[in-house]
């Protein structure tokens, strides 16, 4: 049950940013599915691995997908890749650490500072392998045997 509440939160918050910053509302339902399976990633790998490493895998699917809806829709990938990314940005972990700091707390406000500034660096890291990979990908020459181009 906490697995499927976790999906249509993660659902509805991607969608909810998509009608906050104006993109295409056609895109709604394929940014909200980024996100969501992004989050469902995120959400079943972090018992198993580090934050930081499930934050990077689940960055990397939502860049994946959002590279497969950018080509199938003919739409900027940044379109679904930013609103497939929100449900992972750290503000609550960033939220925590100014107040730890507003509280005289250092030691706790700068641990958790660094925990979301990897996050963050996490989430980088892993839209930018799935646009690396992307690129490769799509330099790979695709070469079709003379049998079957005379067909």
Aim: aromatic share 10%; charged share 15%; net charge positive.
């Amino acid at each position: 049950m906490t697995l499927i509440l976790q999906l249509i939160t993660s659902f509805l918050a991607s969608a909810a940013f998509v009608v906050i910053f104006n993109a295409p509302r056609r895109s709604l339902l394929q940014c909200g599915l980024s996100g969501m399976l992004g989050w469902a990633a995120y959400y079943l790998l972090t018992p198993r691995i580090d934050t930081i490493f499930a934050t990077v895998t689940a960055t990397f699917i939502v860049g994946v997908i959002s590279q497969f809806f950018a080509r199938i829709y003919k739409k900027p990938v940044i379109i679904f890749s930013v609103a497939g990314i929100i449900p992972l940005v750290p503000g609550g972990l960033a939220y925590d650490a100014m107040r730890r700091f507003v509280e005289n707390d250092y030691n706790a406000a700068v641990q958790l500072a660094a925990q979301a500034f990897l996050i963050s660096g996490s989430i980088a890291i892993g839209l930018v392998i799935s646009e690396v990979l992307n690129q490769l990908i799509r330099k790979i020459p695709i070469r079709i045997p003379h049998k079957i181009r005379n067909k």
